[in-house]
């Protein structure tokens, strides 16, 4: 696409206007500001995916009761090694933070500690959970499913059967920022297809699966046909997102189902129950989220210090090509993060046209 059909939008202009739009859609102040802060941030680390694009399906969703804005988690058992912890349909990042939390003071207070979310609302780039954690010294490591969502076939497979189920691992580095892996364990997350659909970034060619067992990058094989609206139904395709790594990728989608989805009792992505009419379509996140505490394994400062000790030499191996450099997880997102914080974030214009469009339904003036 031609560089002028994307824009630069600085941070300071971007995220005050997406939290007046969530304001003007019945969010608090405090959660617009949240909600807001969060999708900036995502858009600041690369992934545009889980960034402000999302901002006028959120929008929908909270007008058709599909999520509910201000929610207190509920805790449903705890103990001191683990907690199950339900969203009651809140805003992901509202909900997300709760129960991150209480898994931070348990692990702090024990060493270790599991907590499986269900029903929370979209909870976004999975990284920021893990970075939270992070910022109290602590490892986490979590399976997240999205019931409702069947857009993944499995290995051998040309029908849906998973969510884009991430997964992701943070390591706190004393210092530095932490290393944080964190991925859809599909060929490529929907969002990014749902970019692509905009006219963003196009995804790879073989990321997408037809009914007829054919690799394609088509957007329109998720989406049916695209015209020329903002809206787009992920139902309506024929075909399916792959999952990555062949066998092991979808082996580990499968993982993320069985515990983000089935033992959280949030559900696994499918089958779903028929949509009634009126009713809201059916979309939540369940985490199963293990918190570890480095300083009950030995000691924090020896763990970090063996730990940099160890990236310090993978990093250093020879790059495989005379301009590539071996990088850890974590890395592309602070390098982008430094881009855009300095340069604003780009947008490309149909993005940020449906932005607009729903502010405009909610009465809240452009910036
Ligand atoms: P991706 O394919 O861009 O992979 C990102 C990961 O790979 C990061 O950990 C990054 O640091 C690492 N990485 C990238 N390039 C690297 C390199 N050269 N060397 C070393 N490491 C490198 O991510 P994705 O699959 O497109 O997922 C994007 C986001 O979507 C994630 O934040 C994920 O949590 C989110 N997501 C959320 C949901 C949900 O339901 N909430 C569903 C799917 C995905």
């Known amino acids: 696409m031609a560089e002028t059909d994307t824009l630069r939008i600085p941070v300071a202009t971007l995220e005050p206007f997406v939290a007046r739009i969530f304001e003007a859609a019945g969010c608090s102040p405090a959660e617009a500001a949240r909600v807001a802060r969060y999708l900036v941030a995502a858009n600041l680390t690369g992934h545009d995916s889980h960034g402000v694009v ?16 201000d929610r207190t988690v509920e805790t449903v058992f705890e103990n001191d090694a683990m907690a199950v912890i339900d969203g009651r349909m809140g805003l992901g990042q509202t909900v997300a933070p709760q129960a991150v939390e209480i898994g931070i003071a348990k692990a702090l207070a024990g060493g270790a500690a599991v907590i499986a979310l269900r029903n929370a609302g979209h909870i976004g780039r999975v990284g920021d959970w893990a970075e939270l954690a992070a910022t109290r010294g602590l490892i986490s490591i979590h399976f997240v499913n999205a019931h409702g969502s069947v857009l993944v076939a499995p290995f051998g497979g040309a029908e849906r059967r998973f969510s884009t189920a991430p997964f992701c691992v943070g390591v706190p580095r004393a210092g530095q920022a932490p290393v944080v892996l964190d991925f859809a364990t599909s060929l490529v997350a929907e969002g990014k297809v749902l970019v692509a659909s905009n006219g963003g970034k196009p995804i790879p060619a073989d990321a997408l699966i037809g009914a007829d067992g054919a690799v394609s990058g ?4 998720l989406y049916g046909e695209i015209d020329g609206t903002d809206r ?12 990555f790594g062949d066998h092991k990728g979808s082996g580990l989608a499968l993982m993320c189902e069985l515990l983000g989805g089935v033992l959280t009792g949030n559900g696994p992505a499918g089958p779903v129950a028929p949509e009634q009419p009126g009713q809201p379509r059916v979309f939540r996140n369940g985490m199963l989220s293990i918190y570890l505490a480095p300083a009950y394994f030995g000691s924090a400062a020896e763990f970090d210090a063996a730990a940099q000790a160890y990236i310090d030499f993978v990093r250093a191996a020879r790059p495989a090509t005379s301009d590539g450099q071996v990088l850890v997880p974590g890395e592309p997102e602070a390098r982008a993060r430094a881009e855009r914080g300095a ?8 993005a940020w046209d449906s932005i607009l469009a729903a502010a405009t339904r909610l009465g809240v003036p452009a910036p």
């Open 232 to 243: 787009r139904d992920a139902r309506k395709g024929p075909g399916a997102i792959r999952a």
């Open 343 to 350: 340069h604003g974030v780009p947008m490309p214009r149909a």
């Open 54 to 69: 999302r901002v006028p399906r959120y929008v929908e969703m909270l007008a058709n009761g599909g999520v509910i804005a």
């Open 218 to 221: 088509d957007p329109r094989l």
